[in-house]
């Protein structure tokens, strides 16, 4: 089976549902959907995360993380983390789980270490996505925040099967691209029933053209993307360097403060967020 046929498998395996997701991710899930409920109180919300060991100790650390615990006040109990966060928030760590646990435990030692690496990445973009948006492209952090965590979920997915598909990883990103990895990123992506509006701005981040200055979500995510510190090691597989194409210290006049200075005064409050989203 050649790449093209691969990636056309692995899309409408995901299209008719044959997606395996570990134990931990299918709690996740069903708290996703039960905090979709308007009716959901925060004692059932609460009860449902604290279902889920790893979740509940994220929802905490997030708590009181920099960029949410603004009083300096340490939060130890999952009711109260959840009812600081809110459940947009809850919804998106949930699916944050979801996305780590999706490439599960590769038997391969290689894949476990690019699974490692591309959380890590995805942690790193999530929180710059956060504060890219709160103080320079000036729209909804929590939006933001999300897109960053699904961002990658197509590539966990594929490290998930590349045991199955000898040499899926391999040869030039345009290669991966042509044999349809966004239509595999896209049928993931449609099965955790990401938002069109996130949707819309992943699909324009995949066309990879950030403008200056950044406005639009996709904006968002490609300065976060180039602004990590820990690449994808997907797309150094693929053939991609980090950064490669665009100037190697960004910077721009953001009001009476440029894009650096943000991104100093913001530091603590990436590190935070970012050792928070580490599950």
Not at 32 to 47: E, M, Q, T
Not at 129 to 152: C, N, Q, S
């Amino acid at each position: 089976m050649d790449k093209r046929e691969a990636f056309k498998s692995l899309a409408a395996d995901v299209a008719k549902g044959e997606l395996a997701f570990p134990t931990s991710a299918q709690v996740a899930m069903r708290v996703r959907r039960a905090l979709d409920d308007p009716d959901c109180h925060i004692d059932a919300a609460a009860k449902l995360v604290q279902a889920e060991p790893l979740l509940s100790a994220r929802v905490v650390a997030i708590a009181n993380s920099v960029a949410f615990n603004r009083s300096g006040r340490e939060i130890t109990d999952v009711r109260t983390a959840v009812a600081r966060l809110g459940f947009r928030t809850v919804r998106a760590l949930a699916t944050a789980l979801v996305t780590r646990q999706l490439a599960g435990a590769p038997a391969v030692k290689t894949y476990q270490d690019l699974a490692a690496q591309l959380w890590e990445h995805t942690a790193h973009v999530a929180s710059l996505a956060h504060v890219i948006a709160r103080r320079v492209t000036r729209l909804d952090p929590e939006t933001a925040m999300f897109a960053g965590i699904v961002h990658e979920v197509g590539g966990f997915y594929l490290l998930s099967r590349a045991k199955d598909f000898p040499g899926l990883l391999d040869g030039e990103l345009s290669d991966w691209i042509d044999a349809g990895e966004i239509e595999v990123g896209r049928a993931v992506l449609n099965v955790l029933s990401v938002p069109a509006p996130v949707m819309l701005a992943i699909e324009a981040y995949w066309d990879g053209f950030l403008a200056m200055p950044p406005t639009t979500l996709a904006d968002t995510l490609l300065l976060a993307e180039e602004l990590a510190p820990v690449p994808s090691p997907l797309h150094r597989l693929g053939g991609k360097e980090h950064g490669e194409g665009m100037t190697a210290s960004i910077d721009m006049a953001i009001g009476e403060e440029t894009l650096l200075s943000i991104l100093e005064e913001s530091a603590e409050e990436v590190v935070s967020l970012t050792g928070a989203l580490q599950f």
